[in-house]
C-alpha cells in the first residue's frame, strides 16, 4: 500500500511514535482505569505531566530561569489581546511590524486597545520576489511598549530568520507556526507565544514564555484567564487547563529530545525545505514567489505556471498518496506545511511526485 503523508499546515502534524504510544496508554493511563482526559488536573499523576513538560521544553529552548512558560487556551488570537493588555502598561503604543498575514491580523486586533506604530515590512526583490524588510532597517520607536513580530507566516510562506538585537526593547513573537522547528536565543525576547496546533501538539493549548520582569503591569480590564501573572501564580491551572492537549504536547517534546534535540530537527528541517525548493526553482513548470533569505522552512507555497492544472495536480496528488496540498486561499496554488512531524520521506515522496507529474504535463 502506498504510505500516505498530509501536508496540512494545522491544526497539528504529530510524530507518528507520539499517536502510536498515546492510542495504547488512551484507556489506560498508569493503571488508573482511565484516559489522562478523565483525571484531575490536580491529581500528582497529571502535575507530574505538567512537570516534565516544561522541563523538556525548557531543555529543548533552553530557556532561561528568569522566564515563566505558561500552558494557555485561546489559541495565538487569544495571544493577539493579551499581549497588549498584559505588557502596555503606561504605556500607549507599540511598534508591529507587518510581514504578512498573521501579522496584519495581530495589528488588526492590538487596534482595540492601543493605536501601534505599524512597520511595514513587506518588501520585493529586484527580481520581483517577496522578501520582508531586515531588522536593522525597521525603524522602531523609543514610546513604544514592545515590538510585535511574527517570525514565519505560515499562509504567505514568508520567513524572518534572523534572531532580534534591538538592546533593552522587549520584542514579542508569534512562533505560532515555526516553534521548536530549530534553536532560538530565547533571552532575545520578552514574550514568546504560539498555538500549539502547528508544529507541537492538538489545537487547544497556547504556549506563552514570558521574561518574569514583565509580569504585573497587566491592565484592569484584562480577563483573569489571559493575565500572564495570575497564570503563572497558578502554575498555569488557574482555569481547567487543556489537559490532553498538554499531556500530547509534552510527549511530542520528549520525542524531540529522543531525536536529539533542536540542533538535529534544524538539520532535518533544513533538508527537508532545501528538497522541496530545490525541485521548484529548478522548472519552469512551479514556482515559488518568495526571496530565498525568507523562504519558510516549514510552509512552502508553490504555484504551477499554468493554473488550469491546479485541480488536476491536487486529485492526482491524492491518489499519490500526498494530501492537503491546496493552498490558502488568500494565496492560491499549492502549500506544502513539513512541520517537525514530516519526515523526509514524505517531501522526498512529494517532490518525486512532481517531477513525474511535470513529466507527464509540462
Ligand atoms: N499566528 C500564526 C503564525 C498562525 O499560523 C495562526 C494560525 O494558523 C495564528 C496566529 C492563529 O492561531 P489560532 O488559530 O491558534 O488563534
Redesign the pocket.
Known sequence: MTQVFNFSA?PAMLPVEVLRRAEQELCNWHGLGTSVMEISHRSKEFIQVAEESERDLRDLLKIPANYKVLFCHG???AQFAAVPLNLLGEKTTADYVDGGY?AHSAIKEVQKYCTPHVINAAATTQDGRRAVTPMHEWDLHDDAAYVHY?P???IDGVAIHEMPDFGDKVVVA?Y??SILSRPIDVSRFGVIYA?A??NIGPAGL?LVIVRDDLLGKAKGVLPSILDYTVLAENDSMFNTPPTFAWYLSGMVFKWLKEQGGLLEMEKRNKAKAELLYGVIDQSDFYRNEVAEANRSWMNIPFQLADAALDKVFLDESVKAGLHALKGHRVVGGMRASIYNAMPIEGVKALTDFMAEFERRHG
Do not use: I, P, V
Request: proline share 0%; glycine share 18%.
Open positions: 494545522g489559541g495565538a488570537r498573521w511574527c514565519n507566516e505560515t508569534d505560532s507556526s498555538g496546533q502547528k497556547t
